[in-house]
């Protein structure tokens, strides 16, 4: 198992978009560790597209779009309250 960082750009209740410094095969399958304010949940990310998004340099960074797998219910729970959090403080309530 290798353990790789990757950085999230946007999430949704059904998936993400990343940023790697690594290429991601299309309909790979992933187990990703995420920290979601105080708490971290473990789930599985299907590829659903990558691409190069910026050449820097010797660095390439890559986008790409995950589909959670089979969430659990629990963690559903957890992204579900993430985004709420999320949604209430840019709203500013």
């Known amino acids: ?6 950085q999230i ?9 990343v ?3 690594f290429p991601l095969t299309i309909d790979s399958l992933h187990q ?5 304010g105080s708490q971290s949940i473990v ?17 390439v960074t890559y986008r790409s779009g ?12 957890v992204i579900a309250e993430f985004l709420e959090t999320i949604k209430a403080t840019r709203s500013g309530v």
């Open 32 to 36: 990703l560790r995420l920290t979601l």
């Open 19 to 21: 940023e790697t410094r």
């Open 66 to 77: 995950l589909e959670f797998v089979e969430p659990s219910d629990p963690v559903r729970a």
């Open 9 to 17: 750009k946007e999430i949704s209740r059904g998936g993400a978009s």
């Open 43 to 59: 789930l599985k990310g299907r590829v659903a597209h990558s691409r190069i998004s910026d050449v820097d340099q010797e660095i």
């Open 1 to 6: 198992m290798v353990f790789e960082p990757l």
